[in-house]
């Protein structure tokens, strides 16, 4: 009966309206799985039309046109129905009232959709309404749930279910409510377009622990089995509330480090790795992690790891240290410098943990060491003997790096004690060296000739020879060195010249004394030699020809251990002796040698004194004039002498 109450006003709507096809149905309607449903329905038409045995009624399912055969849901007619209609469908309004309204029991999911009301007047006043009512038949309640739910923020949530079947009532629960904090129930009776619902709204104030929890809201009919259930699952907005990434740690260069950041917040956030203003990495999700390969000095830093969905952000930074070995310092460029300049050599370099720095000239410490990436080293006022490489050491536990530069000190030329000039065989030898930067040139003068010798002559020979910053240049002169009206034997002036100076020395003459006596002693002491060796040969000659009897035809000398001994192969082609006899201190050593001329001539050094290192050798010559040789060699006779004269010449 409450469906007709709900009609009468319709009714008196319709008959104050122009008479016109028309009907009046609910848009929307919902009921439960296996309840039943009315669906209100009220219809008029043109006031000119009389019914013609009375007024029938048919609806349809699906859609409204006969001729397409759509499902027949209630026929006033007769009782022919679809089959899945049979039983289930009731006329609760009075046709001839124009009230078509429908009870549709047992009703299941399939029932779902439109339904249209077709008039039948009789004759050709037949009429079906293009208006319709749709059904929706529900397995479960419905939660209004608020497109976003916000964290500390307070929420409703209503539960709905439908009251269209006037045998039963529906009641409402909530389930899972026990965690949640103070909730509040409230229950309401709505009414829309001739429909009815039942609702309850929970109430409560979420935080970011509920996310995720499961709510449920159950219908059921008393004195029944019906029971509907629906759960949902709460999807909290809450802003990221913690960011959790590795702890500040220590790599080695060149090796590879991951970095993770877990953020919890919903919505997934936003997560980016920050270095510095440059973002590495981003991605929405729960988490991320960044990969570093190959890792460098330039990647040490801080790390930050930030979370921003939109209702909040939140970031944690990390620090990433890379341990390395020094790098090659860098130091000063080589440099040419004057000889009292001051300098101040800078080494820097870098390393993790920081290195210590060491000053080394030539493999020498120099200087302090240094625990730091900068060293500083000063020269005061450089000598020539600062010049060399200046190498600077970086260590630390990882390694060690090295780097130098060469410091050239330029100086005015020296003289070396070594210029002087010596008596020679052939003359006078003269001998200037001198040492400089840049390498001094050399000049001999000849001030009693007025002549300057700097290049090649064949009257001195000239020679010149440069060895690093060393220069040596040497001369020989013909003259014999004798002492002329009691002044020096030689007179040669040695100059030596190079950017930063020049200086010039009279050259002493070396050894003149001694050169003197070795003239006198070895005159004297060739002749005693070769006294000496005759008395010998006739001695040994003598001995021999008593034993023999026979006379020789030959003497063969033997190698005394004193002297130097040249045996020629063929002895048949001897030429010539000398004598070389060399004063040492207060010893007198002599050595004699053997030179022959010819194609087949083999000598080797016999005796001691083959060891012995020649020294400033000067020279007697003798000449055997007239001498006849012993009886019975080469046909002659001998009269008992060994030479008939000796001429030192």
Same mark, same amino acid.
């Given at each position: 009966?409450?469906?007709?109450?709900?009609?009468?006003?319709?009714?008196?709507?319709?008959?104050?309206? %122009?008479?016109?096809?028309?009907?009046?149905?609910?848009?929307?309607?919902?009921?439960?799985?296996?309840?039943?449903?009315?669906?209100?329905?009220?219809?008029?038409?043109?006031?000119?039309?009389?019914?013609?045995?009375?007024?029938?009624?048919?609806?349809?399912?699906?859609?409204?046109?006969?001729?397409?055969?759509?499902?027949?849901?209630?026929?006033?007619?007769?009782?022919?129905?679809?089959?899945?209609?049979?039983?289930?469908?009731?006329?609760?309004?009075?046709?001839?009232?124009?009230?078509?309204?429908?009870?549709?029991?047992?009703?299941?999911?399939?029932?779902?959709?439109?339904?249209?009301?077709?008039?039948?007047?009789?004759?050709?006043?037949?009429?079906?309404?293009?208006?319709?009512?749709?059904?929706?038949?529900?397995?479960?309640?419905?939660?209004?749930?608020?497109?976003?739910?916000?964290?500390?923020?307070?929420?409703?949530?209503?539960?709905?279910?439908?009251?269209?079947?006037?045998?039963?009532?529906?009641?409402?629960?909530?389930?899972?409510?026990?965690?949640?904090?103070?909730?509040?129930?409230?229950?309401?009776?709505?009414?829309?377009?001739?429909?009815?619902?039942?609702?309850?709204?929970?109430?409560?104030?979420?935080?970011?622990?509920?996310?995720?929890?499961?709510?449920?809201?159950?219908?059921?009919?008393?004195?029944?089995?019906?029971?509907?259930?629906?759960?949902?699952?709460?999807?909290?907005?809450?802003?990221?509330?913690?960011?959790?990434?590795?702890?500040?740690?220590?790599?080695?260069?060149?090796?590879?480090?991951?970095?993770?950041?877990?953020?919890? %917040?919903?919505?997934?956030?936003?997560?980016?790795?920050?270095?510095?203003?440059?973002?590495?990495?981003?991605?929405?999700?729960?988490?991320?992690?960044?990969?570093?390969?190959?890792?460098?000095?330039?990647?040490?830093?801080?790390?930050?790891?930030?979370?921003?969905?939109?209702?909040?952000?939140?970031?944690?930074?990390?620090?990433?240290?890379?341990?390395?070995?020094?790098?090659?310092?860098?130091?000063?460029?080589?440099?040419?410098?004057?000889?009292?300049?001051?300098?101040?050599?800078?080494?820097?370099?870098?390393? %993790?943990?920081?290195?210590?720095?060491?000053?080394?000239?030539?493999?020498?410490?120099?200087?302090?060491?240094?625990?730091?990436?900068?060293?500083?080293?000063?020269?005061?006022?450089?000598?020539?003997?600062?010049?060399?490489?200046?190498?600077?050491?970086?260590?630390?536990?990882?390694?060690?790096?090295?780097?130098?530069?060469?410091?050239?000190?330029?100086?005015?030329?020296?003289?070396?004690?070594?210029?002087?000039?010596?008596?020679?065989?052939?003359?006078?030898?003269?001998?200037?060296?001198?040492?400089?930067?840049?390498?001094?040139?050399?000049?001999?003068?000849?001030?009693?000739?007025?002549?300057?010798?700097?290049?090649?002559?064949?009257?001195?020979?000239?020679?010149?020879?440069?060895?690093?910053?060393?220069?040596?240049?040497?001369?020989?002169?013909?003259?014999?060195?004798?002492?002329?009206?009691?002044?020096?034997?030689?007179?040669?002036?040695?100059?030596?010249?190079?950017?930063?100076?020049?200086?010039?020395?009279?050259?002493?003459?070396?050894?003149?004394?001694?050169?003197?006596?070795?003239?006198?002693?070895?005159?004297?002491?060739?002749?005693?030699?070769?006294?000496?060796?005759?008395?010998?040969?006739?001695?040994?000659?003598?001995?021999?020809?008593?034993?023999?009897?026979?006379?020789?035809?030959?003497?063969?000398?033997?190698?005394?251990?004193?002297?130097?001994?040249?045996?020629?192969?063929?002895?048949?082609?001897?030429?010539?002796?000398?004598?070389?006899?060399?004063?040492?201190?207060?010893?007198?050593? %002599?050595?004699?040698?053997?030179?022959?001329?010819?194609?087949?001539?083999?000598?080797?050094?016999?005796?001691?004194?083959?060891?012995?290192?020649?020294?400033?050798?000067?020279?007697?010559?003798?000449?055997?004039?007239?001498?006849?040789?012993?009886?019975?060699?080469?046909?002659?006779?001998?009269?008992?002498?060994?030479?008939?004269?000796?001429?030192?010449?």
């Amino acid at each position: 009966m409450w469906c007709l109450e709900l009609l009468l006003p319709l009714l008196l709507i319709i008959n104050d309206a %122009s008479c016109q096809w028309n009907v009046w149905v609910p848009r929307d309607i919902s009921a439960m799985t296996n309840s039943c449903v009315v669906i209100p329905c009220t219809f008029v038409y043109p006031s000119g039309i009389r019914p013609y045995r009375g007024v029938h009624g048919i609806w349809y399912y699906g859609q409204p046109y006969p001729q397409l055969y759509p499902p027949v849901v209630f026929k006033s007619r007769t009782d022919v129905v679809h089959e899945s209609y049979k039983g289930r469908t009731k006329l609760l309004g009075d046709l001839h009232q124009r009230n078509c309204t429908l009870l549709i029991n047992n009703i299941g999911s399939e029932h779902s959709g439109r339904y249209y009301f077709r008039a039948d007047l009789g004759g050709a006043n037949m009429y079906t309404f293009p208006d319709f009512a749709e059904l929706k038949v529900l397995d479960q309640p419905n939660i209004d749930v608020p497109e976003e739910i916000v964290s500390d923020e307070n929420l409703e949530l209503t539960c709905y279910a439908p009251n269209n079947c006037p045998d039963m009532t529906p009641e409402i629960q909530w389930m899972y409510t026990d965690y949640l904090p103070d909730p509040e129930l409230n229950s309401d009776y709505l009414e829309d377009s001739n429909t009815a619902v039942l609702s309850s709204t929970l109430t409560f104030t979420p935080r970011p622990m509920h996310n995720g929890q499961l709510l449920g809201c159950r219908v059921y009919y008393p004195n029944t089995t019906l029971v509907y259930e629906r759960l949902i699952s709460l999807d909290i907005k809450y802003s990221p509330r913690s960011v959790w990434v590795n702890v500040s740690s220590e790599v080695m260069e060149g090796s590879s480090v991951t970095l993770h950041c877990e953020v919890d %917040s919903n919505p997934l956030s936003r997560i980016s790795w920050m270095f510095g203003d440059e973002e590495l990495l981003w991605d929405t999700v729960s988490n991320i992690s960044l990969s570093l390969d190959d890792v460098t000095p330039a990647q040490e830093g801080v790390y930050t790891c930030v979370g921003d969905n939109g209702y909040g952000i939140m970031n944690t930074s990390m620090y990433l240290a890379v341990k390395y070995p020094p790098r090659e310092p860098s130091v000063n460029e080589s440099i040419t410098v004057q000889e009292g300049t001051s300098l101040t050599l800078h080494c820097s370099t870098q390393g %993790s943990p920081a290195p210590t720095l060491t000053w080394l000239k030539d493999g020498e410490l120099v200087g302090t060491i240094t625990a730091d990436e900068l060293s500083v080293l000063e020269i005061v006022e450089i000598t020539p003997q600062g010049d060399g490489q200046y190498r600077c050491l970086a260590e630390n536990e990882h390694g060690r790096a090295s780097n130098s530069l060469n410091i050239t000190v330029e100086y005015a030329p020296v003289f070396l004690e070594e210029s002087k000039c010596t008596v020679v065989r052939e003359g006078v030898q003269c001998v200037c060296m001198a040492t400089g930067n840049p390498e001094p040139t050399i000049e001999f003068y000849l001030p009693d000739l007025n002549v300057t010798i700097n290049e090649t002559d064949g009257r001195y020979n000239f020679y010149t020879h440069t060895d690093g910053h060393t220069s040596t240049g040497m001369i020989k002169l013909r003259e014999k060195g004798e002492r002329v009206d009691n002044g020096p034997a030689v007179n040669v002036h040695c100059s030596i010249s190079n950017m930063h100076g020049r200086e010039s020395v009279q050259l002493e003459l070396q050894q003149e004394k001694k050169y003197m006596m070795a003239v006198i002693v070895g005159t004297i002491g060739g002749v005693a030699v070769i006294a000496f060796i005759i008395a010998a040969v006739r001695y040994v000659g003598h001995n021999n020809k008593k034993e023999n009897g026979n006379p020789r035809q030959d003497v063969v000398l033997e190698n005394p251990a004193l002297y130097y001994s040249a045996v020629k192969k063929d002895k048949h082609n001897l030429r010539k002796k000398v004598l070389k006899t060399e004063l040492l201190g207060s010893k007198f050593n %002599s050595i004699l040698e053997e030179t022959t001329q010819g194609e087949d001539g083999d000598y080797q050094p016999v005796g001691t004194m083959a060891r012995l290192e020649r020294q400033e050798l000067n020279y007697a010559t003798l000449e055997f004039m007239g001498a006849r040789s012993r009886e019975g060699a080469s046909g002659r006779g001998d009269d008992g002498g060994n030479y008939t004269e000796i001429k030192a010449k």
